[in-house]
């Protein structure tokens, strides 16, 4: 996932619309434990003045995420869609832009505080709601 800054000089834009290996994204911990498989990446980079613009299209991703109910990890797709970065050129060292921080960014901040498995149907909420209020019973008595 490289932009190079020299050819967008000439005023081209580079397009990008692959699916980028895990490792390319995410620490090597990560990898099978946060995130499974490519993640599809898609964006448009263009120079702007003294600024890299880049728009995401989108980016896609399935995450392993713990299910608030029952704590299992579960796979969970993250979908982001749209979205700009502006980076100043100043701030790039060398000629070749590498935005696979931005993306592992992105990611990290769209997986859910709050998330349930089997789509919002864990099998264990029966039992935790009834562990609930039998305890809510318990503190009024
Ligand atoms: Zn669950």
């Known amino acids: 996932m490289r932009i190079y800054i020299d050819r967008l000089k000439e005023g081209q834009e580079n397009i990008f619309n692959e699916s980028v290996d895990c490792s390319e994204i995410f620490d090597a911990e990560e990898v099978g434990v946060l995130v499974i498989e490519p993640v599809e990446v898609s964006f448009k980079a263009y120079l702007a003045g003294h600024e890299l613009i880049i728009e995401w299209q989108f980016i896609k991703a399935r995450c392993l995420v713990n299910c608030t109910v029952c704590n299992d990890k579960f796979n969970f797709q993250i979908e982001i869609q749209e979205g700009r970065h502006i980076e100043p050129l100043s701030s790039i060292r060398g000629a070749v832009f590498n935005p696979s921080s931005l993306v592992r960014e992105l990611i990290l901040l769209d997986i ?28 009024t008595t």
């Open 112 to 139: 859910p505080s709050y998330a349930e498995c089997k789509e919002g149907d864990c099998p264990e909420r029966e039992t935790l709601k009834r562990y609930i209020e039998k305890e809510s019973y318990g503190s």
